[in-house]
C-alpha cells in the first residue's frame, strides 16, 4: 500500500510537470517555425496552429489538469505522511514543505526551463495529447471562461483604452533586433531587413538627390557636344531641359542615343533630331513611399524619376538603385565616383561629409539619429541648432558632439562627431 502511494505520488508530479512543460513549450515556440512547418505537412505543427487559434481553452485546460495533478499529489503526499507518521502535526508539517519543493523543483521550474530551451520540440510533442485533453475537457474550461469573463465585467477590468495592437511589422523588426542582440543576426543582414521593413515609412524626398546634384543637358546643343558630355557622365539616363534646368522635356538614354548617332554615321552627326530619342520625363510627388515607388518602377518598367512637391516644382531625382540600397546597403559599381563620406579619426570621432543622408549614417556607424525633420546631417545640426552654424562651431545633441569643420557658403560640407561621455 505505501509503495503504491509513492508510485501514484511520483506519477501526478510527472503529471503536472508535463503540463507545465507544455504550457511554457506551446506558448513559447516561434510562430514563424511552426508556421513553416504547418506549411511543409506536419500534422502536429497544424495541431498547435488549431491550439493556438484559442488560447484561452488551451490555457484553460492546461491549467486545470496542472492544478488537479498538484493538488492530487498535496493530498496523496499528505496521506502517505499520515500513514507513516500517524497524527503528528510536526511531520505531517515538514512532509508538505518538501512535496511543496517537490512540486516546485520537478513539476514546475525543471519541466519549464527545459521546454525554454527545446521550446518547438516540446511542444509539437505534446500537441496531440493537449488536443486531445481540450476537447475532453471542454465543459469545465468553457465553465471557467464563462465565470472570468462574467467577473472581468462586474470589476471592469478589461480596459479597451489600454490594449495596445502591434503591427504585423514591428513584430518583424523587434525579432530582428532580438536576434542581433543576441549574435545569431548580423549587422548586415539586420540593417537589410530593417530596409526593407521599413520601405513603407520612407518617403522619396528623404532619399532623392538634390536638384543641385542633376545633371542635366540644354536642348539646344549639337549633338557632338551632346555626345561628349554623355561619354564622360556617370549617369546613363540624364534629363534634358529647354531655356532652363527646371523645364525639363525629356530623359535622355545614353545607349539609345549612341544606338540614334550609329545609324547615322554615315551623315551629319548633327542633323540628328535629339527629341526623336528623348522619353518623356516621369514626374512622382515628393510624398510617395519607396514602397509605392519600388512597386511603381517595377509595372512601369522605368528605373528613373523626377520628383515634384505639391506645386510642381522640381526637388531631385530617385532612381531604382536609390530604392535598392536603402534595403542592401551603398551600391558602387565601376562608373560611380568613390568618395569617402564617413573617415574615422584617430581619437574615435568621425569626419563626415555634411550632405551624408541620416539614415545612411545611422545604417553605417549603427547611430539612432533621428530623420523626421532633416535628410541629411548638415540639416539635422541646423534643425537643432536654429541657426547656420560657422567653421570652429559646436553643438551638443543627442549624446554627441557636432564641430564644424568646413562650409561652402551657407552649406555645411565637413562635420566632426564624437561621443559625449
Known amino acids: 500500500m505505501l509503495l503504491s502511494g509513492f508510485i501514484v505520488l511520483l506519477i501526478l508530479i510527472v503529471v503536472s510537470g508535463f503540463f507545465s512543460a507544455a504550457e511554457t513549450g506551446i506558448t513559447a515556440s516561434s510562430k514563424a517555425k511552426i508556421h513553416k512547418l504547418k506549411m511543409e505537412g506536419n500534422k502536429k505543427a497544424k495541431l498547435i496552429t488549431k491550439l493556438l487559434t484559442k488560447k484561452d481553452r488551451l490555457i484553460s485546460t492546461i491549467l486545470v489538469g496542472n492544478n488537479m495533478a498538484n493538488s492530487a499529489a498535496s493530498a496523496f503526499a499528505a496521506a502517505l505522511a499520515i500513514n507513516i507518521f500517524g497524527n503528528q502535526g510536526e511531520a505531517i508539517f515538514y512532509v508538505t514543505i518538501i512535496i511543496t519543493l517537490v512540486i516546485i523543483v520537478f513539476a514546475e521550474v525543471l519541466p519549464k526551463t527545459f521546454a525554454l530551451m527545446y521550446s518547438e520540440k516540446v511542444a509539437l510533442g505534446v500537441a496531440p495529447i493537449i488536443y486531445v485533453l481540450t476537447k475532453i475537457l471542454s465543459p469545465l474550461t468553457f465553465f471557467i471562461e464563462k465565470v472570468v469573463n462574467y467577473l472581468i465585467q462586474i470589476f471592469h477590468l478589461r480596459n479597451p483604452g489600454l490594449l495596445q495592437v502591434v503591427h504585423g511589422l514591428d513584430v518583424i523588426r523587434g525579432a530582428v533586433e532580438l536576434h542581433h542582440e543576441q549574435g545569431e543576426v548580423v549587422k548586415e543582414d539586420r540593417d537589410m531587413l530593417g530596409g526593407l521593413l521599413d520601405l513603407d515609412n520612407i518617403e522619396v524626398s ?216
Open 206 to 421: 528623404e532619399i532623392m538627390k538634390h536638384r543641385k546634384y542633376i545633371e542635366a543637358f540644354d536642348i539646344e546643343m549639337d549633338c557632338e557636344e551632346l555626345l561628349s558630355k554623355v561619354l564622360s557622365s556617370q549617369y546613363t539616363r540624364i534629363p534634358v531641359y529647354k531655356d532652363n534646368p527646371d523645364n525639363i522635356i525629356g530623359i535622355l538614354h545614353s545607349k539609345t542615343f549612341i544606338k540614334a548617332l550609329h545609324e547615322q554615321a554615315l551623315g551629319n552627326i548633327n542633323s540628328l533630331n535629339i527629341r526623336e530619342v528623348l522619353t518623356e520625363p516621369w514626374f512622382v510627388p515628393d510624398t510617395t513611399t519607396l514602397r509605392e515607388q519600388l512597386i511603381a518602377f517595377r509595372e512601369k518598367h522605368s528605373h528613373y524619376a523626377l520628383v515634384v512637391d505639391e506645386y510642381g516644382t522640381l526637388l531631385g531625382h530617385i532612381t531604382l538603385e536609390d530604392v535598392l540600397e536603402e534595403i542592401v546597403g551603398n551600391i558602387e559599381d565601376e562608373h560611380d565616383k568613390k568618395i569617402r563620406k564617413i573617415e574615422e579619426a584617430l581619437d574615435g570621432s568621425f569626419i563626415v561629409d555634411g550632405t551624408i543622408p541620416i539614415r545612411d549614417l545611422n545604417r553605417e556607424l549603427d547611430l539612432n539619429f533621428p530623420s523626421d525633420d532633416a535628410n541629411t546631417i548638415a540639416g539635422l545640426i541646423i534643425n537643432n541648432a536654429e541657426t547656420i552654424p560657422t567653421v570652429g562651431q559646436a553643438f551638443s545633441f543627442y549624446g554627441y558632439r557636432f564641430e564644424i569643420m568646413k562650409k561652402k557658403r551657407n552649406q555645411v560640407t565637413k562635420i566632426k562627431i564624437s561621443k559625449v561621455y
